[in-house]
């Protein structure tokens, strides 16, 4: 009895060392970025001297220059190139969108942006009457009314449901052309998917169901699309709508996925992912989308080599190519993986921006879940320690493929969310609007996370 | 045994429907605040229109105004103004620091803000040499360099404390000037006490000690922290330094705390208390330095009462006087309280910032803090159930004469908290800085606490 007490004693005493250990390597990563972290500096250079990134824009390729250019300087032992094909729509000139009346210099003008893929108007633009709906449910009930007009979508973001609501909202910027052109509308105009109440307009990507035309599809700020809704309702209800865009669908070109690793020193075959994506929307400077996930991840390798912390598993650092509208980097990142036929025990994303990190959203067995529910400790000093499961689910857009192909445990960072969608696909998602010391608690966290995994595997 | 399962069984029912009673009633208070709030909007106007609040100022006795005004159209059923004297320190015309060289043109001019309680340099200014100490145990060892000389405090911000940090490096701030005259320090010169790294100095209290000389102080930018440093190291170092403030203490004057009330309708003799304070430093506009702990007080009035919700006993949302140099508006209101033999049974206070609400610091006995815990089940919904516990302990500056006198349990809200030092005390705490959404969750945290308690008391 004695013996097996003593044996007992030492195990937990070796566990509880373990433990403070960790909690001690953790806690010097943290200060490293907290301390002398370069994110900030960085998503500085990225937002000031690249800007946008769309996919197939210059701002790309430099995007890809300033990738590699900084994946080195923070010490990855080995950068490259991926390539693979990526859309390449282009905006063209302003948009225009306003009443069309006798006396046009009279008519009110609004603020839109084309929605990305989306087809343009022509020379001519499309001039048509407006019909409101509030959601797909009305247009249902009113599609006789459709045909030949412009179908606004004028659904609100609904600030109650906190983190669910871009997701609500959002089916009226993916779907709102096509299931308008069921019914034989010229083009749609979708209030913008945010829940802010400004003049600054929100694009995003649409998805055309091949079954019905493409139309031409805007979207609309949030105090003009309250601004149309009441004009609407006055004498301007009758009056044609002139809407014209100059965007286009080019010829997909060659894009690249822009990877940093460390090797790993005990078990160099097991790979573990972290990214987040190089490509932005073209009004701002993808500060937050995803400028913060791409400075984030490098941080990381630039951390563990600030502390000279050698992981025991390959690290690799991906930015991904063209998230925001066709996801071919991230295909094409899980197809390279298959047919190299190599071994991911973990991936990680960060793209929901980079306010204060509550945490990660899991996506894995309920056995590995387990296992990363007995590390909620190490979050709690951070206060990021609320963990959301979802068994076999996706992390993000970005290593999802990895899920579906080779059932990699996914890790999404979670952040509280709330600021994110003011700016988000706007001209206002700039590097000002990103705060350094949660910029750092963000990069903070997924480095505590996957030196986790990195040390016990999953 | 039947007759008592079942009567266990309804028992559990009435506590079921009773909890979802709650909740329901929590997210139509939160609904009403989300959707139709006025925080933000009211918010504006005490930024815009009223702007700093100093007590003493002309902007205080606006700043009275913009609270009865609003106070009442919130629907409080009795507005009133409690009369204090308080502290009238004035700044003076701007602040000069710069090296005194022979050529003064060329010697550089560094950014300072004096001190809130200050005294002035006089016309003449100081001039001496400074002497950098990176903290008091640097002081006392080089104690006998310091006589004459300006001490300059280069004490940074530890970003690696997170919500520690202000603690640990305001005492600079507070005690620098006595703990240097002690040594017969002329001035002294105190790093900004913030996370940011930017050009913006930031104000705020000293506190003399009356043993000793009361010596001008100022803050000095953090940019401008590692500049003097970097300039004392070369050939500077022997250089004098010309500091000159205008700022002084003038007599007291009348001030206010400024009271709405709800008259309860079931136990109209116990009061709870819910405020922030109306007084601001002068830099800036005071938005999150209380104007945010203003309006979601007030918020929550108008919530109620949009809502039709009648509270069993009295709410009292008290906007305090002078917090900022002297904390006279809660001394004053606990003090009424005592002569009147109110009875307190709750005080609720927000006064650090408007970022995501965590949750609650609660300073109670361990048997009302065990009665809240049960009551985190509500906050989950909002990510804000993080409770710290501390018996006996205060909530916050405004209501902890209310513990000191009547033990009266108190909340302080929590936030997130990263943000909140970048801009406080300084030119850039301003309206455009305040995010509506997390302005609107913390009112709604709060409203939901304040529920509770007014339902069953504490």
């Known amino acids: ?157 609904n600030k109650t449901l906190l983190r669910g609501a871009y997701g609500d909202a959002v089916r009226y910027r993916g779907g709102g052309a096509s299931a308008a052109a069921k019914y034989g509308a010229v083009a749609v105009i979708v209030r913008s998917v945010t829940a ?48 014209k865009t100059n965007c286009a669908m080019l010829a997909d070109t060659i894009g690249h996925n822009v ?22 929307w073209d009004p701002g400077e993808g500060a937050s989308d995803d400028g913060t996930g791409l400075v984030q991840s490098i941080e990381i390798l630039r951390a563990f080599n600030a502390i000279g912390y050698k992981p025991k598993r390959t690290i690799r650092v991906v930015l991904f190519a063209n998230e925001e509208n066709g996801g071919r980097g991230a295909t094409k990142y899980a197809e390279e993986a298959k047919l190299k036929n190599e071994k991911h025990i973990m991936a990680m994303e960060s793209d929901g921006g980079s306010e204060y990190p509550r945490g990660f959203g899991c996506g894995m067995t309920k056995e590995q879940y387990a296992k990363v529910e007995t590390w909620k400790k190490y979050f709690t000093p951070y206060d990021a320690d609320k963990f959301s499961f979802s068994e076999g689910g996706g992390g993000g857009a970005d290593i999802g493929p990895l899920q579906t192909l080779f059932k990699t445990p996914q890790f999404g960072l979670n952040t509280t969310g709330q600021r994110y969608f003011d700016m988000h ?23 505590a996370m996957l030196y986790l995994v990195d040390k016990y595997g999953l």
């Open 259 to 280: 990877i940093g690793e460390i090797r790993g020193t005990e078990f160099p075959d097991e790979i573990i992912t972290v990214g987040g994506h190089l490509d932005s």
């Open 1 to 157: 009895m004695k013996i097996v007490a003593s044996i007992a004693l030492l195990f937990i005493a070796a566990v509880a060392y373990s433990q403070s250990d960790d909690s001690a390597m953790i806690k010097r990563i943290s200060d490293e970025i907290l301390l002398r972290g370069k994110a900030h500096d960085n998503l500085k250079i990225l937002c000031k001297s690249v800007g946008q990134r769309l996919s197939g824009s210059p701002g790309m390729y430099k995007g890809e220059e300033w990738g590699l250019k900084t994946l080195k300087e923070a010490g990855a032992e080995k950068v490259y190139l991926q390539e693979c094909m990526v859309p390449h729509w282009v905006r063209g000139a302003e948009e225009e969108a306003r009443f069309k009346t006798g006396n046009r210099s009279a008519a009110p003008a609004f603020t839109v942006l084309a929605l990305g893929n989306s087809v343009g108007t022509g020379k001519e633009g499309v001039l048509a009457q407006v019909i409101e709906v509030k959601n797909f449910d009305e247009l249902d009930r009113r599609k006789e009314e459709v045909k030949g007009k412009i179908v606004f979508f004028n659904y609100p973001f």
């Open 196 to 243: 802010a109440y400004d003049d600054n307009p929100h694009t995003g990507a649409l998805r055309y169901n091949d079954s019905f035309p493409k139309i031409p599809a805007v979207a609309i700020s949030t105090m003009d699309a309250e601004s149309l809704s009441n004009y609407l309702k006055g004498k301007y209800a009758i009056e044609k709508f002139f809407l």
């Open 425 to 447: 696909h706007s001209a206002i998602d700039t590097f000002e609007n990103i705060n350094a010391q949660e910029l750092n608690l963000c990069a903070s966290v997924m480095a």
